[in-house]
């Protein structure tokens, strides 16, 4: 197989939904990205590593790899989109139209268009000529759960000398993007009666406290 055309590689890419989200009605798969992903990796002569992620059934990351040792080139992204507001789309969400020299469509720049750029990139590169391994990370679930990340940070090989990820920082690169972090508490009162409120123990109340 040969590697498409980057428009089509591009427009492919953008006609595959993989919609995150947290409610289930909204939620998809995002296993048509990843199988072109890997199709398109295949070609280029990478071995490539395709998983079901263990907390999130029918979401897959992909890991493809061209070259052998340690260190070399990640090049990272996310598969999934948000889900999108039809009133507010001017374009077909799932169809990459051109108006104005800008490019539309769901996920065109954050980021399924990321993958494009770069197999185009890797298609001109002469492979001889390469002296360190070139990864491609490609992931699930970021837009909602990270269950993809959280997966592949247990991975015990990956350990690239240098990442790029390809989120949108309005063309300027930006090193160390933000990140994001979160937790939970959670308080756990005891019923009581109105009768006798000390009894009981309002988690309200030091949930306000913490
Ligand atoms: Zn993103």
Partial sequence: MKLPAFM???????????????EDSLNMSNQNVIHLLAQWCETLGFTVEVT????AKGKYNLIA??????????????TDTVPFDDSRWQFDPFKLSE???KLYGLGSIDMKGFFAFVLN????????????PIMILATADEETTMAGAQEIAKHPSLKPARCIIGEPTDMVPV???????????RIVGRSGHSSDPERGL???????QV
């Fill in 175 to 185: 090193f160390t993007h933000k990140g994001h972090m979160t937790t939970a508490i």
């Fill in 121 to 132: 990139a890797i298609s001109e590169l002469d492979e001889l000529q390469q002296n360190a």
């Fill in 65 to 78: 790899r061209r070259g052998n040792g340690d260190g070399g080139l990640m090049l990272a992204g996310h």
């Fill in 99 to 101: 108006q104005d020299n």
């Fill in 52 to 55: 079901e992620l263990e907390h």
């Fill in 8 to 22: 089509e590689m591009y427009q492919q890419l953008i006609a595959a939904p993989s919609i995150s989200a947290l």
């Fill in 202 to 208: 309002n988690a309200i109340e030091i949930m306000h």
